[in-house]
Structures are given as structure tokens and as C-alpha cells.
């Protein structure tokens, strides 16, 4: 039986300027940082929870990153989404909308890193 997410996999172009966006502009927090048989193994995670997002390189002619059977997009949650967001975009992290979207089950925006990759931000609603 699985019981827990344990990593995310993002596909990055440049691991150090990555991990500066996730760190010092998402504000998660760096967990693992070695090299591996495979390549640097660098992973970042919101402190206090146990999930981990691996931060891998991938060959720049590769296309997309993580190519056409890469993970679909990380989604991270917040309990007050508005404020966050305001805290984001002063540390200079972009949107694909100007302010979050009400929807029928929440708040959501998608910010976007480095490389392109979507990261949904997410508040759910309260019964």
C-alpha cells in the first residue's frame, strides 16, 4: 500500500539558478544537495512536509524539459493564497495571471520558474 508522496521531479536547465527560484523566491527550503552516479541529486521541500522536489538537470537538447514523459506540474498549497502570492511577486517570481483566481473549489494561480515549468498554487475552500 503507498502511503506518501516522497519526491516531485522538476526538469531544470541550470540546478543552482533553480534552486535560488525555489528557495529564495517560492521560499521552500533545500533539503538534499550530492552528487550521484546519475547527476547532482538536489532536492527542495516545504518545511515541515515530508515531500521532496528533486530539482534535475536535463540535457538542453532534450526540448521540453523532462521531454514528452515528464511528471505533470507541481502543485503546492497555501492557507492564505492571496497573501503569498503578494509575497511572491515582490521577490520577483512570475504569473501567468496578474492576481489568483476564484474557483468553484478554491483559489488558484500558476507561477512559472526559470524553465518554464508551471507551478500551481493552490487554496482550497473551507467548508
Same mark, same amino acid.
Given at each position: ?15 543552482? *539558478?533553480? @534552486?535560488?527560484?525555489?528557495?529564495? =523566491? ?5 533539503? &538534499?544537495?550530492?552528487?550521484? %552516479? #546519475?547527476? *547532482?541529486? @538536489?532536492?527542495v521541500?516545504?518545511? =515541515?512536509s515530508?515531500?521532496?522536489?528533486? &530539482?534535475?538537470?536535463?540535457? %538542453? #537538447? ?23 502570492f ?42
Amino acid at each position: 500500500m503507498l502511503t506518501n508522496i516522497m519526491y516531485v521531479t522538476i526538469y531544470v536547465t541550470d540546478q543552482d *539558478r533553480a @534552486l535560488e527560484f525555489y528557495t529564495e =523566491g517560492l521560499g521552500l527550503e533545500k533539503r &538534499l544537495d550530492f552528487p550521484g %552516479p #546519475d547527476g *547532482r541529486f @538536489l532536492t527542495v521541500g516545504v518545511p =515541515g512536509s515530508p515531500v521532496q522536489i528533486i &530539482l534535475w538537470s536535463h540535457a %538542453p #537538447d532534450a526540448g521540453q524539459p523532462g521531454g514528452s514523459g515528464a511528471p505533470g506540474p507541481l502543485i503546492l498549497e497555501s492557507e492564505d493564497l492571496r497573501m503569498v502570492f503578494e509575497a511572491m511577486r515582490r521577490r520577483g517570481v512570475a504569473f501567468e495571471e496578474s492576481e489568483p483566481v476564484d474557483y468553484p473549489f478554491g483559489v488558484r494561480i500558476e507561477a512559472l520558474d526559470p524553465d518554464g515549468n508551471r507551478i500551481s498554487l493552490r487554496q482550497q475552500l473551507k467548508p
